[in-house]
């Protein structure tokens, strides 16, 4: 290797050295020393530590040997991070994003459940005569929430098999960005398409049970 000011001594070559994040692959590596006039001012050093070392210890161990090396360097300014530390620092932007999805996500569900809620409200008082000719006619409550519940299933699979192909293609192409990812299990969205459906039956089935076991003698009076 060629530096700035002369040659470099070689220790090594690794053709498949893992260095960076997830995002990339494996790339060619190589090991040299700096010697006596570098090139460039070391800026980092990674130290390994028995098992069960003393942190407070080694910190300060750390500390005295890099001032006893450069003593013009202030002790306060040396950092010392742990390598997990800066390990989880390559990943920040993914974390943040993250956090943004499962906000952004349950805004979502609040504001549909919402929606939900109101459509049930405004179904069970419009067809509150209705609700109360069928409970005459021999309906059972069972039926009149199976009524209200089948035409929510209806519409809940509608929105799935739109927002299904779509969420697939957003998190295959952001997945495509890393050289090491999982793949996309199909179960996945299974899950996700119960959770939204055993949610939405609650909603519905709570908020039209007093439809439905309200005396149809009171509704089909009042209409």
Known sequence: LQGHKGKTDIVGFCKDFNFKPLQYGLDP????VFGTDPWWYPTHLYIRTT???DIESVIRYVKDVIVEFDPSLNRSKIDIIFFEEELGAQYKKEKQLTTL???????SVIISLM????????ET??????IGLRRVHGASVGRILAMFNVKFIRIVLICFVIA??????VMDSYLSKFA???PLYWWVFALALVVVLLITVTVVTLR???AATENPVNSIKTE
Not at 29 to 32: E, H, K, L, P, Q
Not at 115 to 122: C, D, S
Not at 125 to 130: L, M, N, P, T
């Open 115 to 122: 929606g939900v809620f109101g459509l049930v409200m405004f």
């Open 125 to 130: 008082q419009y067809r509150r005569r209705e």
């Open 208 to 210: 039209s049970l007093k």
């Open 29 to 32: 590596f190589a090991f040299y």
């Open 180 to 182: 090491y990812r999982v």
């Open 164 to 169: 299904c192909p779509v969420s697939y293609f």
């Open 51 to 53: 098992a069960n070392a």
């Open 101 to 107: 999805v499962t906000l952004f996500t349950l805004i």
